[in-house]
């Protein structure tokens, strides 16, 4: 596994302090990963998808994950100041921090919806983008997750609904959890936990061999992981509804590849498809026999591909 050549923090105007750390080649082309959740942190394994003798791979704990702080397990942390549009903005002082004019982003799952919103926001520096297990994170998308896919998985969905209470309406279980998550009472908050995060290692299971999240078993990564999903999940990304797929012609100048398990029942390949189409140049790779949750391994080689192509760009 990597260890990092550098590593820091970074405080905000707004109270948080974000923990960011380097792989890979210090003098190599620069490249940002945007971990997915949100919550759950950037880890050394996403160096796999690089030649790290290339490379310059940059790691970002998003507000509340990971080192980052205040942490989201906290209860008295609070949510107001962690949006999309936060996230967004700490991306850029980050680049602004190391010296960086330009990078490619990679991003996994929600990574992929940060990662569009940045580039949506910030074209200039992306020089391309890799996004794998691709999510957009519409209302129609979370509806999926948190409702739907009962069809899949009718006697899991039935404790995960029976868990957010009596009066919670079955086609918003996100924001159900979050008011859960911000109960008084720890007992409240820590059952809402352990039956989300149950859930989440339900829907990504669909794969031969896929097994339950070890780090769920950690309270506070549970916690931080719980709130911050059904907190995002609950305004949908804080993003009108639609916003990325309409804005993908504008992304036309920049290379990407969109890398997308056909088995990938938490994140349907539509969503890769129809956003690929939308964008001008943009590659998809659907690759047979993958999911979602074991997206870092089954998703590898198209990844790697697509990475070591773009370290060539000029």
């Given amino acids: 596994m990597s260890t990092p050549h550098a590593h820091g923090t970074l405080p905000t105007t707004d109270g948080h302090t974000l923990y960011w750390q380097a792989h890979g080649n210090p003098h190599g082309r ?3 990963v945007l971990h997915g959740g949100p919550g759950s942190g950037a880890h050394p394994g996403w160096t796999d998808f690089f030649d790290t003798t290339r490379h310059r791979v940059i790691m970002l704990d998003q507000r509340g994950s990971g080192h980052s ?8 942390t609070d949510l107001s100041t962690n949006t999309t549009h936060h996230l967004v903005a700490d991306i850029e002082t980050l680049r602004h921090h190391l010296d960086i004019d330009s990078w490619l982003v990679l991003g996994g799952s929600w990574g992929t919806t940060l990662a ?5 926001t910030h074209p200039e520096p992306v020089r391309a983008m890799v996004l794998l297990a691709v999510t957009t994170t519409t209302r129609r998308e979370i509806t999926w997750v948190t409702h739907d896919m009962r069809r899949i998985f009718p006697e899991q969905w039935d404790r995960f609904r029976a868990a957010a209470g009596p009066d919670a309406d079955p086609r918003d279980l996100s924001t159900a959890y979050a008011r859960l998550l911000a109960d008084p009472d720890p007992r409240v908050r820590s059952d809402a936990a352990r039956a989300w995060c149950t859930w989440e290692d339900t829907h990504v299971s669909a794969t031969p061999g896929s097994t339950p999240d070890p780090r769920f078993g950690d309270p506070a990564f549970r916690m931080a992981f719980a709130r911050l ?3 995002y ?4 990304a804080f993003l009108p509804e639609g916003h990325l797929l309409a804005r993908a012609p504008d992304l036309a100048h920049i290379p990407a590849t969109l890398v997308h398990g056909r088995l990938d029942i938490s994140g349907p390949a539509d969503t890769a498809y129809d956003l690929a189409r939308a964008w001008p140049g943009a590659d998809l790779v659907i690759v047979e026999g993958a999911g979602h949750g074991a997206g870092a391994i089954t998703l590898h080689g198209a990844t790697r591909a697509a990475t070591d192509r773009y370290a060539d760009l000029p």
């Fill in 69 to 76: 702080t205040p942490s989201a397990a906290d209860p008295r």
């Fill in 116 to 120: 569009l919103a940045y580039a949506h």
């Fill in 229 to 231: 999903v059904t907190h």
């Fill in 30 to 32: 620069p490249a940002l």
């Fill in 233 to 236: 999940w609950s305004h949908a």
